[in-house]
């Protein structure tokens, strides 16, 4: 919820600089930006059963084909954002939805690993 909402409201505040009409670019930012939350949404899916069935715990809902439709998805999604990038008329939108995405990705990698780093130094000491 976080990302999508910080891409589209960089997309709006994009709208001051740039002469297209906000509905189009909101309706083809929000387009990409889900594309980028259902990569993760999959991606979380795969992790998260994997630890389950390490524990051994019981599955009710099963995907079919796990894990391969999985990343043959993600492949999809990603094929669909590549080409979104070479269409001209689609580069800014995903640009604008893009960034913020990758920076929040940025910035949560980095707390994660810092929060890594402070505990493994408090169980080494």
Request: positive net charge.
């Given at each position: 919820?976080?990302?999508?909402?910080?891409?589209?409201?960089?997309?709006?505040?994009?709208?001051?600089?740039?002469?297209?009409?906000?509905?189009?670019?909101?309706?083809?930012?929000?387009?990409s930006i889900m594309l980028f939350i259902y990569i993760l949404v999959i991606l979380a899916?795969?992790?998260?059963?994997?630890?389950?069935?390490?524990?051994?715990?019981?599955?009710?809902?099963?995907?079919?084909?796990?894990?391969?439709?999985?990343?043959?998805?993600?492949?999809?999604?990603?094929?669909?954002?590549?080409?979104?990038?070479?269409?001209?008329?689609?580069?800014?939108?995903?640009?604008?939805?893009?960034?913020?995405?990758?920076?929040?990705?940025?910035?949560?990698?980095?707390?994660?690993?810092?929060?890594r780093s402070r505990g493994a130094a408090v169980t080494l000491a």
């Amino acid at each position: 919820m976080l990302i999508g909402f910080a891409a589209g409201s960089a997309a709006a505040l994009g709208q001051i600089f740039i002469s297209q009409d906000v509905f189009s670019l909101l309706a083809g930012s929000a387009g990409s930006i889900m594309l980028f939350i259902y990569i993760l949404v999959i991606l979380a899916q795969i992790r998260q059963r994997r630890r389950l069935e390490a524990k051994g715990a019981q599955i009710r809902l099963k995907v079919w084909l796990f894990p391969w439709l999985s990343y043959a998805t993600i492949l999809l999604m990603m094929g669909v954002l590549i080409v979104l990038g070479w269409m001209p008329e689609q580069r800014l939108m995903l640009t604008l939805s893009a960034a913020p995405v990758i920076a929040v990705f940025i910035a949560l990698w980095a707390v994660r690993r810092r929060q890594r780093s402070r505990g493994a130094a408090v169980t080494l000491a």
